[in-house]
C-alpha cells in the first residue's frame, strides 16, 4: 500500500491511494496540470489511475475532473445523487455507482455519509488485507455509529480545518463562521482530535491533518492541540503530520 496527499486545503484536494493493485485517487481539485505533475513526482504516471472517488461535489475536490477524464479515462466512482447532479459526466462511459460499499477484487471501500452542506458528502475507509487507510474531511462531525469502521486503523487523514478562536475572531463574516462552525461545516482542531483520541489504536502508524484553513488555522495550533489532547487521554502516540494545500506529502 501508499498513501501520498497532493494536495489539501481550500484551494483544492487530491489524495493518491495505491492499494490491492488499483492506482486511487480520491477526489481531484486542483487543475490537471497540478495533479499530473504530483503524480509524476511520486513517479506515478496518470494514465495508469485506475479509480477516482468523489467524495462531494464542492470545487475544491472536482474542479479537475471533467478534464483529467478526458484525457486519461480513469473510473469515476460517485454515488447515485453525486451523479444526478453533475451533468457534465453523464455521457461519460465508465462510472461506478457506489451506495454504502464498493468491492474492488481484494479491496473493500467502505463510503460513510459524512455531514456536510453538500449533496451526499461522503468519507471512505481503504481496506486490502491488513492495510487500511481511513478519509475523514469536509464534515461538521463524526457520526459514532461509524466508529465500528475507523477503529484501530493503520493511516488516518483526518480533518482539522480550525482553530476555533481563530475563526471566531477571523476575517470570515459572521454567515461563513457559523457554517464552519455547524454540523455542516468543518472539523476544528479540537474536535479532530478528541475523535482521533477515541479512534486510533495499535495498528496505527500515521496520522496526516487534513484541510487545515488558511485564513483560520495553523500546523502549530492544529499540532499543539492534537498533542495536548493525546497528552491528557495518556496517548503516546507521535507520528502527526499536516497535510499541505500545494506541496505533496510524504509517500507512505
Request: glycine letters at 4%.
Amino acid at each position: 500500500m501508499k498513501v501520498c496527499v497532493l494536495a489539501s486545503g481550500s484551494g483544492g484536494n487530491s489524495t493518491y491511494v495505491e492499494i490491492g493493485g488499483y492506482k486511487i485517487l480520491i477526489d481531484i481539485g486542483r487543475n490537471r496540470k497540478y495533479i499530473v505533475e504530483k503524480l509524476k513526482e511520486i513517479e506515478v504516471d496518470p494514465s495508469e489511475i485506475n479509480y477516482i472517488f468523489i467524495s462531494h461535489l464542492h470545487d475544491d475536490h472536482i474542479s479537475a475532473l471533467n478534464t483529467f477524464i478526458k484525457k486519461y479515462e480513469p473510473t469515476i466512482v460517485i454515488s447515485k445523487l453525486m451523479f444526478g447532479e453533475l451533468d457534465s459526466i453523464h455521457e461519460y462511459p465508465h462510472i461506478l455507482i457506489y451506495e454504502d460499499e464498493v468491492i474492488l477484487n481484494n479491496v473493500r471501500v467502505t463510503c460513510m455519509h459524512s455531514s456536510h452542506d453538500a449533496t451526499d458528502s461522503r468519507n471512505f475507509l481503504f481496506e486490502s488485507g491488513k492495510n487500511s487507510v481511513v478519509y475523514v474531511t469536509d464534515t461538521g462531525y463524526v457520526n459514532y455509529k461509524n466508529y465500528k469502521y475507523l477503529q484501530n486503523k493503520e493511516i488516518y487523514l483526518f480533518e482539522a480545518n480550525h482553530d476555533v478562536e481563530k475563526l471566531q475572531h477571523g476575517p470570515y463574516p459572521d454567515w461563513l463562521k457559523k457554517r464552519v462552525l455547524s454540523d455542516y461545516g468543518h472539523l476544528s482542531n479540537n474536535a479532530s482530535s478528541i475523535y482521533l483520541s477515541k479512534l486510533i489504536g495499535e495498528n496505527t502508524k500515521k496520522i496526516y491533518l487534513m484541510h487545515l484553513s488558511e485564513k483560520n488555522n495553523t500546523e502549530e495550533l492544529a499540532m499543539k492541540e492534537i498533542k495536548n489532547i493525546f497528552r491528557t487521554y495518556k496517548i503516546a502516540f507521535n507520528d502527526i503530520h499536516c497535510a499541505k494545500p500545494d506541496e505533496i506529502s510524504e509517500v507512505i
